[in-house]
């Protein structure tokens, strides 16, 4: 690591690469003690950037450098400079030349999970963002792209399975037991996409035809034992596939795609070119021991790996900078993937949910940063919800601008023109426009401009003019470096219903006759009045039907309103956001009268629409579990100014259990009607039924009542499926039943072996909102299934307490702050990724009362003293702390 403060690095500052990489040549040698990389490099001055440099300056990390020659003659120790991160080279000819280097490395100590590691056993990559430099001296950015040939050298029995990417070419027995393989890729890429993978490995395989006809070979590799769970990621796999080629016309380019499950992986997957790595994760499932929810994920990563093959690999990221180009267009293309699998609006309403809870949070945050961002000091802390799920409703925008054919059109021009090349955002956009001559002008400022806009709607209704006018006002807030804001361009599709709660077909100001009833309104101005003609009665106004742009909206709905957009909005996303706001609304007022110390009552209304909910048996049991649920903490926390951690746990607590007694007949029948003897299977229907009596089962175990935990116990005894039993164990964990801890002992004792189902039980515990639950989490840190060296585990242990255990984290203690930070130092020196990840909790500290504000941000200067602490843990610490 480099000495002295991290730099931070400008987008402002990009150059074009002096010199590139046409092919590469690698060969490696696997070893226990140490590894081998030699590494050919054909090289040649870049035309582009015409004398800039004699220079030579490769990137390098934690290398030991053993050989380096230039055109086949040894460089002498003077002719070349190695430094903490880089490899100088004088005087380097201006022509094509060819550059051997030889390092070694030792991937059995790398705790950093980045580069060349071992998992179980088995040695295996991850060079995303710039991993490849603690492989090998390299141009390590994403502009550089060669082609790579891979030799792969190890002990034949305890490596049997040798893959990197592209296809195999040659592979032989060597002296010693050892073995060797080659594979060549023809794709050209940049070295983040490398990959490797020894190991001892079983291999399911399945094949797939492309829509010309082509065969190919689908392999999915895990530790053996696993070979009955790779089912559904492989059923996934071909979906994806199939759905690329309907709805893109991208087809597979390879005659191999490979995907590899390991189980220590920093974050979910990773689309090297045509080998796949995985957190088992994301592969594993079967449903006694995989919920529904990651039944859903191993599809959605899957799927969203596979799209990376065009949308990333073909076409690549000029810089890091334009990280969203590829993350967030194959986020919205895997949204889409799983809305067409799924339910649409259930898939809607879920990602919205998660956009609100963390990237408006991280918006409004010492970490706001604008989707294509303009500097980092650690581009591993910028694989964000705001790159990715920002970016996607960013795609997003543009496919509802431009309607799905126009965006189809941008797409075809977008590959026409940079296939094979590492481009930026804007040419993705001017893509989009010059397929279609919509003008994108003003809406590149949603890549430019942080923070989360917000848009107030009023309206007017004339009954003589028979007319009703729409105003809407936007404002953005300043975020870090961007104190000032211009307008953006929003798109706000709405419409407005009639008193029997119908759509009106709407008519614009100036237009003939009236069309649709949905429209898209282009607000571009700081402020804007829509008028709608033919408009008989006041109407009640539909507005951001399936949430169009990622803003927040303010009305001046009143209660009344919101039901009746719950009872009849068309737009089935809609419905759901008015039960929400009410649901917002409602906790907010409670939250107030808690902390004034006033008795809480609820609202008979707010009953009653529940009540309806769950009566409507017509409903989809998703979108009614979804409907029934209550808006998050984190959520209603994020609409205050200050933070009240224990109002807000009161007041949502308290119209938990009020429901439960107002419903509660209906709450059992539904339960009973759903626990009815049916399929185990994953089955989209199946699993919504879980879902919803799972929903159900939750309010019951709010009443702390025996008839209840008898329910949850007989589910937890009785499951045949992971989403019943862990729900049941959840609830269980919460209360205060004594037959909790037998619970939790009987789910260890039978899933032990389950690294999966384990960090479940860990999860459950860090979760549960119980005043003991810290202690718990101590002690579990100890506990022999624990390993802090496993992101899986660290993620669910200290990151259930630290992230999704609002009331406790937040201790006014200060318990829970000085754990984390104690955590984080720890993992600082094994792993900064995950360590970094960790630490983000804090930066939200502004948010809090002055008492633990001062006790969070004492934690962050501690950490901040760290001496060595890692780029990515200062990035995120440092900015937190800055004014
Ligand atoms: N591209 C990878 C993420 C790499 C993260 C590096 N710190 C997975 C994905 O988004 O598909
Ligand atoms: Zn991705």
Known sequence: MDKGAPQAIYLKDYRPPAFLIDDVDLRFELGEEATRVRSRLAMRPNPAAQGSA???????????????????????????????????IPGVPDRPFVLEVETEIRPQDNTSLEGLYKSSGNFCTQCEAEGFRKITYFLDRPDVMARYRTTIVADKARY???????????AGELEGGRHWATWEDPFPKPCYLFALVAGNLVRVSDSFETVSGRSIDLRIYVEPGNEDKVGHAMASLKRAMRWDEEVYGLEYDLDI???????????????????????TKYVLARPESATDVDFEGVEAVVAHEYFHNWTGNRVTCRDWFQLSLKEGLTVFRDQEFSADMHSRAVERIGNVAALRTAQFAEDASPMAHPVRPETYIEINNFYTTTVYEKGAEVVRMIHTLLGPAGFRKGMDLYFERHDGQAVTCEDFVAAMEDATGVDLGQFRLWYAQAGTPTVEATGSHDADARRYQLKLRQTVPPTPGQPVKKPMHIPVAMGLLDAQGRDIPLRLAGEAAPGATTRVLDLREAEQTFVFEDVAAPPVPSLLRGFSAPV??????????????MAHDSDAFNRWEAGQQLATRLLLRLVAEHEAGRPLALDAGFVDAMGRILGDRSLDPEFAAAALGLPGEGYLGQQMDVVSVDAIHAARQFVRRSLAEALRAPLMETYRRLAGNEDPGYEAEAAGRRSLKNTALG???????????????????????????IAALGLLAQSDAPERIEALDSFLDRWRDEALVVNKWLGVQATSQRTDTLDRVKALLDHPVFEIRNPNKVYALIGGFAGGNIVRFHDASGAGYRFLADQVIRLDALNPQVASRMVKPFSRWRKYDAGRQALMRAELERITAVKGLSRDVFEIASKSLAD
């Open 160 to 170: 049997p399975v040798l893959l990197s990417n592209g296809n195999p070419t040659g």
């Open 699 to 725: 309010y019951l175990m709010a009443l702390d009542d025996r008839e209840s935990v008898e329910l949850c116990l007989g589910q937890f005894r009785m499951a045949r499926t992971m989403t019943e039993s």
């Open 257 to 279: 795609f490979m995907i590899v499950a390991v189980s220590d992986f920093n974050m979910g997957a990773m689309e090297n070119k045509g080998l796949n790595i995985f957190n």
């Open 552 to 565: 927040k909206l303010r009305t001046e709905f009143d209660d009344a309103a919101l039901t009746f957009l």
């Open 54 to 88: 004699a220079t030579l300056v490769l990137d390098g990390q934690d290398l030991v450098l053993v050989a380096l020659s230039l055109d086949g003659a040894p460089l002498a120790p003077g002719a070349y400079r190695v430094g903490e991160e880089r490899l100088e």
